[in-house]
């Protein structure tokens, strides 16, 4: 199955791409982590990166569409994948359909993620990540174990001016993605407020993958 999954910064993508490409056995592929993972690494990508991630803009598409093709390429997303965060504007649709189709292959579908500003607001706000393992918490919707460890942190971008643009972008220049995919019959909206198990459960039927 090759999916991607759409939504507003906060929206809950990371959290459900984890369990959906779980649940499916195929890669999850976000791009947003692999920038953090090059930002920390200090790497040439990470450099190019960083000063558009933390005014929370995209990060040019030349960058981004590269480094996506070159992870598609991999062996593990030869038969499906889950991407997470692209394509986040009509052009990298675009190149995500050329690439494709020069595999053979096609997207499945494009899970829309739908929430608020009000509660994306709140999620990202509240969200702190651990340094040691990766795992993203919420300090009231799934709190660590010790809110004050010095092994969490709150991503950079995550401080209110910056959510603030990232949510003007998300609107002005992903939400076209969702008429791009409707106009392909591709288009499958999730309520993305309530339980995250809930929100898992709409888009594994959605997906017609539900148990
Ligand atoms: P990216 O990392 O993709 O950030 P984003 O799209 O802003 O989304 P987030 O990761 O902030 O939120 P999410 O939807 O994953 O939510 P999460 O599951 O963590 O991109 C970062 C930057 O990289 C961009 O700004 C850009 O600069 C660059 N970039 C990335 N991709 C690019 C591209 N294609 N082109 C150009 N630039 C690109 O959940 C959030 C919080 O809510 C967590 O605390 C979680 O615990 C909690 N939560 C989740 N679900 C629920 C629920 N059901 N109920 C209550 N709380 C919940
Ligand atoms: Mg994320």
Known sequence: MRLVLVGPPGAGKGTQAEIIAERLGIPKISTGDIFRANVSGG????????EYMDAGDLVPDEVTNEMVADRLAQDDAADGFLLDGYPRNTEQAKVLDGILKAAGAELDLALELVASDDEVVRRLSGRRVSKSTGKVYHLEFDPPADPDSDDLYQRS???PETIKNRLKVYAEQTAPLVGYYEAQGKLVEIDAIGEVDEVT????TAIGAAE
């Open 43 to 50: 790497t040439p990508l990470g450099l190019k990166a960083k």
């Open 157 to 159: 971008d995550d401080r």
């Open 201 to 204: 459960a709409r888009a594994l």
